[in-house]
């Protein structure tokens, strides 16, 4: 299948900083992206469609000035997480679709840790 | 609508056995369903998929079964194996994977 790197696997950061957390497809490009976050033991929530070129789609309840989404090219979307708290600590995912009709590839995740 | 209703949460089976899960859909504007497994600390792999126009879709010991008429659809996997054991996640989607809409999940795990 297509190959989604996300990088960095885990992060830690103090309280009051920002963290960027990139996410490339590898072996095709992607007009599209999606963001997830998945609390430990749960299912993933949808928090943001990226769009290459323009803005982000944010989910119902995502703060989109918290959660600074950009797709500057075919091959790469950032997620920023502003002002980091410690209830922002989660594991972050990202997908994307190689092709229409193809199911969305998943990045291996980033374990932030706000402190 | 947008849900996508998953059981069991847990699940227990005995080496070479069958394990199935169950998934549930409303909106019949879905098109794609895949399942995932995700292991602890890395992101889900998409393990199979189906579309709603195929009653069944197998790949080696993985199998889906889908009801359009009910809104279901359920993972099979034959022969578990101790490696089998993960969290297992049914989703859906429009549009053939757009914007994919995920289950509660299921822990599997299968006793050696």
């Known amino acids: 299948g297509a190959v989604v790197s996300q990088h960095p696997s885990w992060v830690i950061c103090k309280s009051g900083t920002s963290v960027k957390i990139e996410c490339r497809s590898l072996?095709?490009?992607?007009?599209?992206m999606f963001w997830y976050r998945q609390f430990p033991k749960q299912s993933l929530m949808l928090m943001a469609t990226s769009n290459e070129g323009s803005k982000a789609t944010y989910e119902q309840g995502v703060e989109k000035d918290k959660f600074l989404i950009n797709h500057a090219s075919l091959t790469l979307s950032t997620l920023t997480v502003t002002s980091a708290h410690p209830e922002d600590s989660s594991f972050y995912i990202c997908?994307?679709?190689?092709?229409?009709?193809?199911?969305?590839?998943f990045g291996q995740g980033t374990r932030l840790t706000v402190v | 609508q947008q849900q996508v209703k998953q059981s069991p949460q847990s699940l227990i089976v005995q080496k070479g056995g069958i394990s199935i899960i169950n998934c549930a859909y409303e909106?019949?504007?879905?098109?794609?369903f895949p399942w995932y497994q995700q292991f602890p600390g890395k992101g889900p792999a998409l393990l199979i998929a189906?579309?709603?126009?195929?009653s069944e879709k197998k790949e080696g010991r993985f199998t889906i079964s889908f009801n359009k008429s009910a809104k279901q659809f359920s993972l099979h996997i034959m022969d578990s194996q101790p490696g089998d054991s993960a969290t297992y996640f049914c989703a859906a989607s429009k549009d053939g994977g757009f914007k994919t809409i995920f289950g509660a999940g299921t822990r599997l795990f299968v006793k050696a």
């Open positions: 909106n019949t504007a879905f098109d794609y």
């Open positions: 189906i579309r709603p126009d195929v």
């Open positions: 997908s994307a679709r190689s092709g229409h009709g193809e199911g969305a590839f």
């Open positions: 072996d095709f490009q992607a007009t599209t």
